[in-house]
T-cell receptor
Framework: NAGVMQNPRHLVRRRGQEARLRCSPM?????VYWYRQLPEEGLKFMVY????????ESGMPKERFSAEFPKEGPSILRIQQVVRGDSAAYFC????????????FGPGTRLTVT | GQQLNQSPQSMFIQEGEDVSMNCTSS?????WLWYKQDPGEGPVLLIA?????ELTSNGRLTAQFGITRKDSFLNISASIPSDVGIYFC????????????FGKGTRLHILP
């Protein structure tokens, strides 16, 4: 009974490169959420997706950030032209259809921009 | 926007002591969640609360959904070293947009 999977666990990018973060939800879960966490901070909501649909992206920066959850395959959070301020831990969570309020988190991807 | 005020920010206790932390909000929530995060890991769901007044236990942990729907507390009894970590409260809003808002966390330290 695998939990939420995220990869890579650690990602180092130079300024200006692209970062792609992947999330596979728990089996049977169709809702995916992405959060960003800075050191010593709480989790900040970024985007909520269901299969092939973005439900709420109110927490996503307007530029350079995008997310998708295709019919097949993992959810992807994509950051183009990364800057130092993008360095953070990015967590994905998933929830089942019948209990959307219960979110289960993956181990996170720690992005470092040099 | 909606905010959760979580307190205390950090706690230093002796092993064996009981711990209490809480979250308050100016908004009404229909779900309260409590998570624990260990260093380098994702948050782990401890307790989920769905009804005002609900009191739920999970081992040495007890959490309650406040009667006003604007607050929740988490108690840990007889703390042990593995309780060290960051505890987050989270609330899901009444407008059912499935968005969950997190508090800033309570950092629990256990003194040797």
């Amino acid at each position: 009974n695998a939990g939420v999977m995220q990869n890579p666990r650690h990602l180092v990018r130079r300024r200006g490169q692209e970062a792609r973060l992947r999330c596979s939800p728990m089996k049977g879960h169709s809702h995916v959420y992405w959060y960003r966490q800075l050191p010593e901070e709480g989790l900040k909501f970024m985007v909520y997706l269901q299969k092939e649909n973005i439900i709420d992206e109110s927490g996503m920066p307007k530029e350079r950030f995008s997310a998708e959850f295709p019919k097949e395959g993992p959810s992807i959070l994509r950051i183009q032209q990364v800057v130092r301020g993008d360095s953070a831990a990015y967590f994905c969570a998933s929830s089942p259809v019948d209990s959307p309020g219960e979110q289960y988190f993956g181990p996170g991807t720690r992005l470092t921009v040099t | 926007g909606q905010q959760l005020n979580q307190s205390p920010q950090s706690m230093f206790i002796q092993e064996g002591e009981d711990v209490s932390m809480n979250c308050t909000s100016s908004s009404i929530f229909n779900t309260w969640l409590w998570y624990k995060q260990d260093p380098g890991e994702g948050p782990v769901l401890l307790i989920a609360l769905y009804k005002a007044g609900e009191l739920t236990s999970n081992g040495r942990l007890t959490a309650q959904f406040g009667i006003t729907r604007k607050d929740s507390f988490l108690n840990i009894s007889a703390s042990i070293p593995s309780d060290v970590g960051i505890y987050f409260c989270a609330g899901r809003t009444m407008n059912r947009d499935d968005k969950i808002i997190f508090g800033k966390g309570t950092r629990l330290h256990i003194l040797p």
